[in-house]
């Protein structure tokens, strides 16, 4: 359906032909500030063949010649207790890919300590390899010292240090890497023995006269605080209440004007290209389809720069700590609460968010499980079913009794995401071991504007190349079915059909569409629930985006203002079948209808949003089956109860 | 991968006290200080493996600093520097307290 969903999984072709340099280091050592220093803007995201791994390559100039650089996932050591260790293993040893011919070590100058001994692992590979000395600035504030040349001595290969975010020493690396094929490599490998790998480590250090760092007098003060088991909780929900009010409610004017700017964008082409057919093809299908990528940006944008903030700052791994104990009773880990919470937005941005997690097991099971969190879209398909479902009278104690069933519908939500998540880290995969869960706590520090704005920036434009295309595939293939065929005035006219009144006349063209065809096609599966065929060409049109729903059927219902189909939608009635005659928006399909909506997995752009993040067809597909069989046996459930208690 | 694999320290000193300490990084409570002694993760060797290369090798000394408000996980100092780690693994980590 889409190529460019397809591409991802190498970098550009002519890539191959450079010399390969591999970033490699532990998470938070500065690797991607170095990776972007060296790559720009040019850097490329995909994933590694057949696992949610992504990938990071890019192309860095030295002098006159040209790098392919590519970014490493990061790790503390090279025996691998994950799927992404693996593939960095996998890419060190050129299994099933090409090896790098280079690689930076990158490795934090204030935990040298620790970080030395991941640098003897990789030494002891054999590779040419060049050690990169970030933070050394925050080395030298917090009274702590080290001498490059003596370290570059002690180890036997060449030394650079660097300020990743500030460009310093970067130019220095790219000088170092035009001489790649001499780097100097140690005269007798660093031992890999722990025992051994400790007293090497000690001796690298006192011959390079390093002096460790003070720990950090600001970092100790605020975490005493962030890190309070009473204070810490009452502010993580702060940040937390502030982070999705950012991402909910920020955000949503800034939709409005996009989806206003589209709206004004179609009504200037239907007011100048005269074809009607073609002015709607045009109109709502192209434009409607280009808008409703672009809709999702702000969302996206404002999400990765909190992300990244947060990240930056260093509360991300703070954040995670409080909430870990919650998350793994999903199995999951604390870094996963950030991704579900965003889902309460919507599922793309969450489905995104993913990308902190490091364990590629838990990224599955969180992208399985965000879909189930109630989104923004479902709000106006639900508060429509509520109407019509709940008296805005009744209350249940001091609360208002559509309130409460909308709260109740989150709750379901938020609990079913859980559970899946449960179940997909359960079941999974039982062969493999679980992951031992660690992280690390980095001293606060002032992000980089460029950091975050190139997070920003990535996470967008990946966004619009890898899924724009099913979104606006999705769009038009929604729009040709609900008006394809086509109907003459005459033929309109000759049925009956008030042709001065369009409500008439789009619930004609709607209700002899190949989408009715599909509705009465599916009829015999939805039937048991309750839904008729034009409940089925509402469920149909959804698939672009949730509440399309509430228009589509409101259009089917010829509703006076198709934006607000209450009163229609209650006045419908079966027009064929055993059920003929009878009401269709009783308690029991309502009830139905609510509950198969919080399941099923109807959005076209997260099952492209899935399909890019995890590099295959396989885990939208799964997500759709499992969602969607789900959702018919909740709704049947629902459906019965209701019943059982209405009568 | 038994409990001996890591037990030669690099400090070369004597670890016997540790045959009648049975101790493990989870059991400290936060501020208290503790030496490694040993690592051991029955079946999972890359695990151990992965626990010395976070910095807990034999005679390495660990600080505990503090604990979630669900008293799980907990953040330890280790090789001059934080990180958190589950009761689950910290359980894997033998340690004997040491007075500071």
């Not at chain 1, 479902?389 to 001091?398: E, Q, R």
């Amino acid at each position: 359906m889409s190529n460019s969903c397809h591409e991802s999984g190498q970098p550009a072709a002519q890539l191959t032909q450079l010399p390969q340099v591999a970033l490699v280091g532990a998470p938070n050592a500065g690797k991607t500030s170095v990776f972007n220093a060296l790559t720009g803007l040019k850097a490329k995201t995909g994933n590694y063949p057949g696992v949610t791994v992504s990938r990071f390559a890019g192309t860095c100039r030295a002098g006159d010649r040209k790098f392919a650089v590519e970014d490493l996932p990061g790790s503390y050591g090279l025996d691998p207790v994950s799927l992404d260790e693996q593939v960095l293993v996998d890419v060190l040893d050129g299994d099933g890919m090409r090896a790098p011919d280079a690689l930076l070590i990158v490795v934090d100058a204030t935990t040298l300590r620790r970080s030395l001994g991941f640098v003897a692992q990789v030494l002891a590979r054999g590779l040419p390899s060049c050690v990169v000395l970030s933070f050394t600035d925050e080395l030298l504030r917090r009274q702590g010292a080290v001498d490059v040349d003596a370290l570059s001595q002690a180890l036997g290969v060449p030394v650079v240090a660097v300020v990743g975010h500030r460009g310093h020493g970067i130019a220095e690396l790219r000088e170092q890497l035009l001489d790649w094929r001499d780097w100097p490599t140690p005269v007798i490998p660093p031992p890999v023995d722990p025992g051994e790998r400790d007293a090497w480590v000690e001796s690298v250090l006192s011959y390079a006269g390093y002096r460790v760092a003070q720990p950090h007098g600001l970092t100790r003060r605020l975490d005493a605080v962030l890190l309070h088991p009473l204070l810490g909780t009452v502010v993580f929900f702060a940040v937390m209440v502030l982070f999705f009010q950012t991402v909910f409610a920020l955000a949503a004017p800034l939709q409005g004007g996009v989806e206003a700017f589209f709206g004004v964008l179609s009504e200037w082409v239907a007011a100048h290209v005269t074809n009607p057919w073609l002015s709607g093809l045009l109109g709502d299908a192209l434009i409607g389809g280009v808008g409703g990528v672009l809709v999702f940006l702000p969302q996206i944008m404002l999400l990765f720069l909190l992300i990244s903030l947060l990240e930056g700052v260093g509360y991300m791994s703070r954040a995670a700590f409080l909430m870990d104990r919650v998350m793994g009773r999903a199995g999951l880990e604390g870094r996963a609460f950030v991704a579900l919470l965003s889902s309460f937005a919507c599922a793309i941005p969450g489905i995104m968010a993913t990308r902190t997690l490091p364990s590629a097991k838990d990224r599955i099971a969180t992208m399985m499980a965000a879909p189930l969190v109630t989104c923004a879209a479902r709000l106006p398909v639900y508060v429509v079913l509520i109407g019509l479902l709940v008296d805005p009278a009744a209350t249940f104690g001091p609360f208002g009794l559509q309130g409460l069933v909308m709260f109740g519908l989150y709750l379901l939500g938020a609990v079913s995401a859980m559970l899946a998540a449960w179940a997909f880290k359960k079941f999974g995969d039982r062969r493999s071991q679980p992951t031992p869960f660690y992280l690390e706590m980095p001293p606060y520090r002032l992000p980089s504007p460029r950091a975050i704005l190139l997070a920003v920036w990535g996470a967008a434009s990946s966004f619009l190349r890898k899924c724009s295309t099913i979104i606006v595939a999705t769009t038009m293939v929604l729009w040709l079915l609900l008006n394809l065929p086509l109907h003459s005035t005459e033929q309109m006219q000759a049925t009956g059909v008030d042709t001065a009144d369009s409500a008439a006349v789009s619930a004609y063209v709607v209700d002899h569409s190949y989408a009715a065809e599909v509705g009465r096609l599916v009829a015999p599966v939805f039937d048991p629930l309750g839904f008729d065929w034009r409940i089925n060409v509402g469920v149909l049109s959804a698939q672009s985006a949730r509440e399309t729903f509430v228009a589509t059927l409101g259009q089917v219902a010829a509703a006076e203002d198709p934006e607000d189909p209450g009163d229609a939608l209650r006045a419908m009635t079966y027009s064929d079948g055993p059920r003929a005659g009878e009401p269709v928006f009783t308690a029991p399909t309502i009830a139905a209808l609510l509950v198969y909506f919080a399941f099923a997995l109807q959005c076209m752009a997260t099952v492209g949003v899935i399909r890019r993040e995890t590099g295959t067809w396989r885990w939208p597909l799964v997500a759709f089956g499992y969602l969607t069989v789900t959702a018919w046996l909740m709704a049947y459930l629902a459906r019965t109860v209701t019943a059982f208690f209405v009568g | 991968m038994t409990s001996r694999t890591f037990e030669q320290g690099t400090d070369g000193r004597p670890r016997a006290e540790a045959r009648y300490d049975q101790r493990t990084l989870a059991d400290l409570m936060p501020t208290a200080t503790a030496q490694v002694v040993s690592v051991s993760v029955p079946g999972s060797p890359a695990v151990a493996r992965r626990l010395a290369d976070l910095g807990f090798t034999p005679g390495t000394v660990v600080r505990v600093l503090r604990r979630a408000p669900l008293r799980d996980p907990l953040i330890y100092q280790v090789k001059d520097y934080e990180i958190c780690l589950r009761r689950a693994q910290a359980s894997c980590v033998n340690v004997v307290e040491v007075d500071r």
